[in-house]
């Protein structure tokens, strides 16, 4: 896949595979989803109303009670969802102005997203779903996507159709196709909501190993089975 | 590549593609057999000394009882003649030029000799179906080139002769005949020798070539060389057009002979190819209709597996591949199978069409082959541009457009 300059300003340099230019900042300026926009709870996050600015190479855990508005956060910072008030800046740039085709090479390239529902597909295998993501940013070698599979746990189940999967082999396959992808930032959205405390920790190091590697920034949402990883901040929704 | 068309295929209804296929490839091939069959046929009605010819017409004027009376005249008139070249279905006109003065000829056959006053007359050699060699004539020159009906020629053989046993003469006898002629007038009288070097079908008088009347007329006429001609000969484009009919029936103009029949042809080869190839053109937008509806439906279908694959970074331009191939490679296929079609059905209908004229040349496939081409070209664009107008709008993160 050819790189394409990144639409938002930002410094460039040279990492270990290619040309790139980095996201260093994302700003929430007085954010609130529309729903929440009358309700006087909205007062008590730390989030909602505020201005709130994430760091590249930043650790932080969003948490909240459920209905509390993660899983719009995360749609609203992948562009998924527009219904928020407020400002949302990539590197000062609000996201609302930004171009369709500048989504496609930010998904490519700087946001990688591992969605509460998986968005995996049914009826291709563990291999070709991660392929399906893989193929479009030439970002791992074969031998890499193995391995990856392998220490998440999940190697024997390479080719096997996904629906054939358990929710929580599911969610680590989804975990590993996040991975297969440059990135600036990583949002988890509940990424060990399935999963016990073993493979929780499995996670978190494959996943801070690949953030240290990339220089990247980890936003991590949950509902009180967090992520076990030492966060920068945390910020209750 | 290959997994998006693993993952997006099994929304494929077999049935629809079936459905497109045959419609397409019926409306295609009927299109194109229409097209190819009319440009094959045409050559037929439209070249010279064809059968089924007929774009000539010679127009005189009604005879009335007030010209029996001799009032008023059945000559032409210079604006008369103006007004009928400046008609849109004329693309020329010819007057006749009649000798003004007595022709008497007579000829030898089977040892009787017969002897008559004849009549000459000219007309622009372009009007003329026949193209003899010998169809010149020097001023001053005793041998006059002439062409005379081919219906004389008829007329002796089955009437004349039999009924006076005589021997009956081919055409090629005919031509070899002298007639010996007397051109007396303006006080001159001399003796010339004619020879009749064609026949027409198309003017039923004897022709003469211009250059001699003109000469003639100046020696043995009686100075009236400005005499209007009372017959001229139109070449027209629409032979058979209402427009012409009316025409020439409000200005009181009558042609001669059925000439005009043969032009009904051409008429009905062009509605019956318009016909056939608009009920062609009808299916194959029917079939175009079926695909991009069955590719609208697959794409239905697909949309949650789309808008993930969109969520995960894939342009819309990328995620329509498959479905652009799909609806390429079946036009292609209906393409393909259509100029087929017209080939096998031109093996059937060319040894038809060929008895009707000598030296039937058809035309080749390479036009309608152009058009098969060209209107898969078009067909692919307005599904590739469909699919992926469709695709685009399940794009997430463009808010407020």
């Known amino acids: 896949m050819r790189e394409r300059p990144f639409p938002v300003g930002a410094a460039a340099l040279v990492n270990d595979r290619t040309l790139r230019i980095h996201m260093e900042t994302i700003t929430l300026q007085e954010v609130v989803p529309s729903v929440f926009a009358g309700r006087p709870d909205a007062a008590a996050s730390q989030v909602w109303r505020r201005e709130v600015t994430l760091h590249r190479g930043e650790y932080c855990l969003f948490e909240a009670a459920s209905g509390a508005g993660k899983s719009s956060l995360c749609a609203f910072l992948y562009g998924m969802r527009g219904d928020y008030e407020g400002r949302i800046l990539f590197d000062g740039t609000d996201i609302r102005t930004l171009a369709a085709s500048a989504w496609d090479g930010l998904r490519r390239r700087s946001l990688s997203f591992l969605f509460q529902d998986l968005r995996l597909f049914g009826e291709l295998t563990v291999a070709e779903n991660l392929a399906l993501k893989n193929d479009l940013t030439d970002y791992r070698r074969a031998e890499e996507l193995d391995s990856l599979l392998a220490e998440a746990g999940i190697a024997d189940k390479r080719d096997t159709p996904v629906a054939q999967l358990s929710i929580g082999q599911q969610q680590r396959v989804a975990f590993v196709r996040s991975l297969c992808q440059p990135f600036d930032f990583i949002l988890l959205d509940e990424p060990v909501s399935h999963l016990d405390a073993a493979n929780g920790e499995v996670l978190s190091r494959m996943l801070l190993a690949e953030a240290q590697r990339q220089g990247a920034g980890i936003l991590v949402t949950s509902v009180g089975n967090r992520l076990p990883l030492s966060y920068h901040k945390v910020y209750t929704l | ?401």
């Open chain 2, 1 to 401: 590549m290959k997994l998006l068309w693993k993952l997006l295929r099994c929304h494929l209804s077999v049935a629809q593609v079936v459905g497109f296929a045959l419609a397409g490839m019926v409306g295609m091939a009927i299109l194109l057999t229409s097209l190819q069959a009319y440009r094959d046929i045409r050559p037929v009605f439209t070249q010279p000394d064809s059968i089924l010819r007929g774009d000539f017409l010679v127009l005189s004027k009604r005879v009335s009882a007030l010209q029996a009376l001799g009032v008023g005249s059945t000559d032409f008139t210079p604006s008369e003649l103006d007004e009928l070249a400046d008609q849109p279905f004329v693309a020329a006109v010819g007057p006749f030029t009649a000798a003004d003065y007595r022709i008497s000829g007579s000829v030898g056959v089977g040892g009787m000799r017969f002897s008559t006053y004849l009549f000459f007359e000219s007309v622009p050699d372009r009007f003329l179906d026949v193209a003899p060699e010998a169809w010149h004539y020097e001023p001053g020159s005793k041998e006059v080139p002439i062409i005379i009906p081919r219906n004389y020629v008829n007329l002796y053989n089955y009437g004349f002769a039999r009924s006076q046993g005589l021997p009956q003469l081919s055409e090629g006898i005919f031509q070899r005949v002298g007639i010996d002629l007397e051109l007396s007038g303006n006080g001159r009288h001399e003796t010339f020798r004619g020879r009749i070097v064609g026949l027409s079908n198309r003017l039923n008088t004897i022709l003469v070539p211009e250059t001699f009347i003109r000469w003639s007329n100046e020696r043995f006429g009686r100075g009236a060389d400005v005499r209007n001609p009372s017959r001229v000969i139109v070449e027209t484009s629409r032979p058979v057009d209402e427009e012409v009919t009316s025409y020439l029936s409000q200005r009181g103009y009558e042609t001669e002979g059925d000439v005009r029949d043969d032009g009904q042809a051409t008429r009905m080869l062009q509605l019956v190819a318009g016909g056939t190839a608009g009920i062609g053109l009808l299916f194959s937008v029917l079939a175009v209709y079926i695909l991009m509806l069955s590719l609208f439906l697959m794409l239905q279908k697909s949309s949650d597996k789309l808008r993930d694959l969109l969520l995960l970074g894939y342009a819309p331009r990328q995620v329509a591949r498959p479905y652009v191939r799909l609806a390429v490679g079946m036009n292609i296929a209906v393409t393909l199978f259509a100029l087929a079609a017209v080939w096998g059905l031109r093996t059937v209908y060319l040894p038809l069409v060929a008895p009707l004229q000598e030296n039937y040349a058809p035309s080749g496939m390479g036009v309608t082959v152009l058009c098969g081409v060209a209107l898969c070209g078009v067909m692919s664009l307005l599904d590739a541009a469909a699919v992926r107008r469709r695709i685009a709008r399940l794009r997430p993160g463009v808010f407020g457009k």
